[in-house]
């Protein structure tokens, strides 16, 4: 990993991206999403200061978990006048992002199972099959494709 001297206070783009092993597309989505800033030098080069390493870091870390960019931004949002979080900032957040993996991984669990199902069906049934129609709003009251013939008639009327 390249060493950034000390004495070097601002980043440009491409150091910053061998730093934190974020691709510099990557960077610029994170800025875009409000994740990290930088200013611009007066031929509109990016620089970052030094603590967009530890912003990066914190983002990368969470994304690795799946923890989704929006929630990465607020939870960087909270932090007083927009500071970089620091150890025991990440150490809450990780709590708190903990039981919203545990959740995703019950859901994952019961969609594999469901899967299981499906192995060697191909039924693909919008009554029968969860898969296929995971949030059946509809089937609670109806069932089959019902649907169908009221799209039609709107769309023939239009
Ligand atoms: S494909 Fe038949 S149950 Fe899912």
Known sequence: MPQIPQTLHELSV???SA???A???ALHFY???GLISSRRT???QRRYSRDALRRVAFVRAAQRVGIPLATIRDALAE???GRTPNRD???RLSQTWRKELDERIEQLHRLRDHLTDCIGCGCLSLETCVL???DDISGERITGSRLMPERRRRTDTD
């Open 132 to 134: 296929s129609n995971p």
């Open 89 to 91: 900032d990440w150490a």
């Open 42 to 44: 007066s031929d509109n």
């Open 79 to 81: 932090l007083p006048e």
């Open 14 to 16: 491409g150091q910053l």
């Open 23 to 25: 691709a510099v597309s």
């Open 19 to 21: 730093r934190s092993g």
């Open 31 to 33: 800025e875009s999403k």
